[in-house]
């Protein structure tokens, strides 16, 4: 990599850090589209972590890894949608169940077949590609900042745009939206609305699992808790960025420069660990109760 | 009167097809993943039950749970999310370990009262901030009570791992608190201690602020209809507000008695799925304190089933998140209730 | 002629509570007619209907489209067997326009994936000028009157090729204008081919509108006639199985102190230039019953919610019984003397999951608060038990209130709300929704509660009750009052409509009096 400056390096990590947070994000902006708060995100990014990880060390192959990582973690979504929207559960529960799930299955899993609850580390199949071109290396901010990320976080930039076309030029995206603005009149046209329900929770998985796979193929390891807290700020990114993709992209990337930052500072400053792991969250909620706060005060000032 | 009660049979009929439909599968999984599917088996179900020690102790987990359960209801009565149980159980277990390490010469009793009382205090007001945030400028509680445990966690963490690590042994812990401050033991050689007697006052404190009083008739009809509640009088905002209070003060609790009680000092991660637990508890029993003890017997049993399987046979303890995770999945599911009040009426 | 609809033995029971609601229906709709499908609240035409239209699933009988017998599961095949139906409360996409509504699960597509929303506005316009209506495609729902939406659902059923029209209580929220538009509309409609079927339980439009008739009671029917054969009161004697005096007997009662005042109030909502309530000023008298009336989205709910303490507003004063509560909560509204019959009696009146004794003693729980922060259990069972018996409610304290009728549901709010008064009642949409019967003894309440010498305001945007009920009128349009009147018998109700919807904002004309 350059080394042209200190922010670029800064800024190059922060769009790779921002893709889990991306990719989990558009995918939460569906379901919530739809009329759901999903709070799975969480489990589901890990459950994407942990599937493709073992899939890829069982096939030899990276796609092949991800491909059965992505299926295994839609089919658990379908599951978690199938019983909130037919067996009428609450969304709240079920996604706790998800979390929970997520947590539990992979430890089992991988006591099981690994003897271990702990990091599992393979070598048998190759790393994430890196994008790079080498024309446009040359170009100073471009190639800084732009190039040479995996192939995951540049399959979230198209992604985002593929989202937008889907929700706002389609008639499927009129429907899903129609289902979460209102339910019954889509019911009343015979439209089934619940059956978007469902695809917009399995859809997200399919996004999660992404983000799951960004983080565990890229390092060819699976580690506990590798999520870490990312489905919830990806939560947090949908409602900063307006629920738009454009402002989950914004928003994202905003969150992965004060971590990419914080990062990179603590290079200079010896602040402890697990300040570092605090430090997202509470960023989280003072960015929450800022922005409702003043939502609040708009409605008063008239 | 004939309504509510085949109301209350509909309700645990549906209960019990979720606790029955958890039990099958953890017999399920353990035919999978175990190589000795009868002994882990019988290690799970009779495990818990096989001595003074193992049952002791389960009966021990009962009481965390108790609290966090009741915690838990206070805040789903009146329609308020505390997603934040884990932070608040370890926050409390920090706050009383922190209490007694400070003032280390108290008298017992008055020591042992004033780290409850701080430690419960302390919960209430990390619970009551995703309250108060939600009161005055309508930020999701769920969300915030969640963040803040997590934040709190690590902050935690550091402390005990950092500053107050106890360099003497190897445990990640603080140092062990001053034996007045132990909770007598009751039931030898396990940690059965007298937090089982505060668990039970504190049922039927629950059951009597919900249920006879002004405060909790008014609580209550805030989170059944808030807007009912509004039109009728009732200070709404008040009910977003101290309803986390008692949600937090509960949880911390829970962290409390578990230090003074059992692990006498606070060590890292101790809280681990008591919070999460105490929704489960306080789903399984309909949000009704008095439900609270069987629902919280019911979970101790699968941790420390799983528990005695792991010791005793080849499947790992996460199988009892799994076993959890069915019954978050079925416990709310409206068709599963419903389902039984058909046939209560024909 | 020839018959377009056979709906033959059609029953159904609900699973879920055991109750019959259709019992052997036999329903015969001809081809150009305008058929009246009526009965009270719970006798079965709307079920018939949602089963007609495929949302409910009968348990037996069976449906013949043009002597065809067809199977409809869902309103995609009803739709698909050329039914369309218009549902009471409007189910549109407030967020959309207009042609995105009308065309939703039938978009015209560009290419194989995007939506064109060119084509779909032109289609839609082409729906709209063939058939008479006044629609701008590209308008969003949110900025439409609740007229032009019940035209967008009208609208949407026909860009459906809908042959037979099923209209659910069409004018419940219609002023007498927009009524008489919609009858037009209709009756065009009709003589282009189409067929109608109104389920209403108002005799009057029945006699103006429809060709034939269908009476349900209880789940079955007891009468087919043709309109011009039958009289009101026949038609009434069918539908409730005695005749009814539905006309109020007015008391007069000694006018004495103010109770209510509003002093210039306005409520502006947050970047709207023009306020929902504009410098509203009126005073309302111990002994008299103020009626107010506008139409829906004129500021009518807002009023009530300013009256029951639920909002603030932006300036001005209000005063309960001289006592300034201007921006207090409900509590202190409560304290300076109001009694508040609200609008929504499932969501504001009463809290359905709760018992009825929950019910019944809020506002009024304070006095059974023991010293110890306990409620006396026993005096508010007691209390309880004596309103259910002053107010005949079909409940016991313990009830579950959700399980009982809408009518019994108002009851309880009644029981609540006038077991106390203190020299002020807010009635708002006091009968929206009930029965014949109910309304006849809400009715006798609200009289009762002015004849003991309340200050009452009803709050409706049905213009018969305030016309029977009130002894003085105002009339809101786009939050201002456009009419305030003494209510003499030649007081003209169409006259009142105008005002509603502001084709009058002159204050002389609706009597001699001013």
């Not at chain 2, 008095?290 to 420390?304: G, K, T």
């Amino acid at each position: 990599m350059s080394n042209t400056g200190f922010s670029f390096p800064v800024i190059h990590d922060a769009i790779d850090i921002m893709t889990p947070f991306l990719l989990a994000g558009i995918g939460g902006l569906v379901t919530e589209l739809s009329g759901m708060l999903n709070i799975a995100l969480e489990g589901l990014i890990l459950l994407g972590a942990f599937f493709s990880v073992i899939f890829a060390s069982i096939t030899g192959s990276l796609f092949l890894g991800l491909l059965f990582g992505v299926i295994t973690t839609m089919f658990i979504a379908f599951i978690f949608g199938a019983i909130t929207i037919y067996l009428k559960a609450n969304e709240f529960i079920t996604a706790i169940a998800v979390n929970l799930l997520a947590t539990g299955l992979t430890a089992v899993i991988s006591f099981h077949f690994f003897g271990t609850k702990g990091n599992l580390v393979f070598d048998n199949f190759a790393r994430l590609p890196v994008f790079d071109l080498p024309a446009l290396d040359s170009i100073p901010i471009i190639g800084d900042i732009f190039l040479g990320h995996n192939i995951i976080v540049y399959a979230g930039w198209l992604l985002v745009f593929v989202f937008w076309f889907v929700l706002y030029k389609t008639p499927y995206g009129l429907r899903l939206r129609g289902v979460g603005l209102n339910f019954k009149a889509m019911s009343a046209l015979g439209l089934n609305p619940k059956k978007y329900r469902l695809e917009a929770i399995v859809i997200s998985g399919f996004t999660c699992a992404l983000a799951g796979a960004s983080l565990s193929l890229n390092i060819g390891a699976y580690v506990p808790n590798i999520s870490s807290g990312r489905g919830w700020i990806a939560l947090v990114v949908i409602y900063l960025g307006g629920r738009t993709p454009l402002g989950i992209l914004i928003a994202s990337f905003i969150f992965a420069l004060a971590e990419s930052f914080s990062n990179y500072a603590q290079g200079f400053i010896n602040i402890p660990a697990d300040f570092i792991l605090a430090f997202p969250y509470i960023i989280t909620v003072v960015a929450l109760v800022l922005v409702s706060a003043i939502k609040k005060r708009q409605q008063k000032i008239s | 009167m004939k309504d509510s009660r085949n109301c209350s049979t509909v309700q645990l009929s549906g209960v019990l097809v979720t606790l029955a439909a958890a039990a099958v599968v953890v017999i399920v999984s353990i035919f999978i993943l175990s190589k000795t599917p009868f002994s882990t088996i019988y290690y799970f179900f009779i495990g818990p039950f096989a001595n003074k020690y193992y049952l002791g102790n389960m009966l021990n987990s009962v009481v965390p749970l108790i609290f966090t359960g009741l915690g838990i209801s206070f805040a789903f009565k009146a329609s308020m999310f505390n997603l934040g149980g884990e932070g608040q159980v370890y926050a409390g277990g920090f706050i009383a370990a922190s209490v007694a390490l400070l003032i280390p010469s108290l008298p017992g009793v008055i020591g042992i009262f004033l780290s409850l009382l701080v430690a419960a205090v302390c919960g209430a007001l990390i619970a009551g901030l995703s309250g108060f945030f939600k009161m005055k400028w309508n930020t999701d509680e769920l969300i915030t009570s969640f963040l803040i445990s997590n934040a709190l966690i690590y902050t935690i963490d550091f402390f005990i791992t950092g500053p107050m690590d106890d360099p003497t042994n190897n445990l990640l812990a603080t140092r062990k608190i001053a034996s007045q401050y132990h909770l007598l033991r009751i039931f030898p050689p396990s940690s059965l201690n007298i937090s089982v007697i505060i668990a039970i006052l504190a049922v039927i404190f629950s059951f009597w602020i919900l249920f006879k009083t002004n405060h909790g008739y008014e609580l209550r009809l805030s989170g059944l209809n808030s807007e009912f509640a509004r039109y009728g009088g009732i200070n709404i905002g008040k009910y977003i507000f101290l309803p986390m209070l008692w949600s937090g003060a509960f949880n911390a609790l829970a962290g409390a008695v578990s230090v003074l009680g059992t692990t006498h000092c606070c060590i890292k991660g101790f809280s681990n799925g008591v919070g999460w637990n105490g929704i489960a508890v306080a789903l399984i029993a309909r949000n009704n304190p008095a439900a609270v003890v069987p629902a919280a017997l019911f979970f101790a049993f699968i941790e420390a089933g799983a528990n005695s399987a792991m010791i005793n046979a080849d499947v790992t303890i996460e199988i009892a998140s799994i076993v959890k995770a069915v019954i978050f999945f079925l416990i709310t599911s409206r068709v599963i209730y419903n389902s039984f009040r058909r046939k209560a009426l024909v | 002629m020839q018959t377009c609809l056979e709906m033959r033995n059609i029953c159904k029971t609900y699973s879920i509570n055991g109750r019959t609601v259709n019992k052997n229906v036999d329903l015969t709709v001809r081809k150009g007619e305008i058929h009246a499908l009526l009965g009270e609240n719970g006798a079965g035409k709307t079920t018939l209907m949602n089963i007609l239209y495929g949302i409910i699933h009968p348990d037996s009988g069976e449906i013949f489209i043009n002597g065809k017998k067809v199977f409809i599961d869902s309103p995609l095949t009803a739709n698909r067997s050329g039914i369309g139906m218009v549902h009471q409360h409007f189910r549109l996409i407030d967020d959309f326009t207009v042609a995105q509504n009308v065309v939703l699960g039938m978009e015209p597509r560009h290419g194989l994936f995007k939506f064109d929303n060119t084509k779909a506005e032109k289609d839609v316009l082409s729906v709209i000028n063939k058939n008479g209506f006044k629609l701008e495609p590209n308008a969003k729902i949110s900025d439409l009157s609740v007229g032009q939406m019940q035209q967008v659902e009208i609208v949407k059923m026909l860009y459906r090729k809908a042959d037979l029209l099923i209209l659910d209580e069409p004018t419940s929220v219609l002023t007498e204008h927009e009524i008489q538009n919609l009858f037009i509309r209709l009756k065009k409609l009709v003589k282009t081919g189409k067929t109608v079927i109104i389920i209403t339980h108002k005799l009057k439009e029945v006699k103006r509108l429809s060709d034939r008739l269908t009476v349900l009671r209880s789940g079955k029917v007891v009468g087919v006639r043709n309109t011009a054969d039958v009289d009101e009161s026949e038609i009434s004697r069918l539908m409730v199985g005695r005749t009814v005096a539905l006309k109020p007997i007015k008391v007069e009662t000694e006018i004495k102190e103010e109770a209510l005042k509003l002093e210039n109030v306005v409520l502006k909502k947050r970047r709207q230039e023009r306020p929902i309530l504009d410098n509203l000023s009126f005073k309302v008298f111990k002994g008299e019953i103020l009626g107010i009336a506008a139409v829906a989205g004129n500021g009518l709910s807002e009023l009530e919610n300013l009256l029951g303490g639920m909002v603030r507003i932006t300036s001005g004063r209000l005063l309960i019984n001289g006592q300034d509560v201007t921006n207090e909560g409900a509590a202190v509204f409560r304290r300076a003397g109001l009694s508040y019959v609200p609008s929504d009696r499932l969501k504001r009146g009463s809290s359905i999951e709760s018992s009825v004794r929950e019910n019944i003693i809020l506002t009024n729980h304070h006095r059974f608060v023991k010293k110890t922060g306990e409620i006396d259990s026993s005096a508010a069972d007691e209390f309880s038990s004596k309103l259910i018996d002053n107010f005949n409610i079909d409940a016991d304290p313990s009830t579950r209130t959700g399980t009982l009728s809408g009518g019994n549901i108002q009851k309880v709010i009644l029981s609540r709300e006038l077991e106390h008064i203190d020299g002020l009642v807010v009635f708002a949409e006091p009968t929206w929704g009930l029965d014949i019967a109910s309304s006849e003894y809400i009715y006798k309440k609200i009289i009762e509660v002015k004849s003991e010498g309340a200050a009452v305001v009803i709050i409706s945007s049905n213009i018969e009750e305030i016309i029977n009920l009130s002894d003085r009128i105002i009339v809101m349009h786009s939050g201002e009052i456009v009419c305030e009147t003494k209510n003499t018998e030649d007081i003209d109700a169409a006259v009142i409509g105008d005002y509603m919807l502001g084709l009058k904002n002159d204050f002389s004309k609706v009597t001699n009096e001013r």
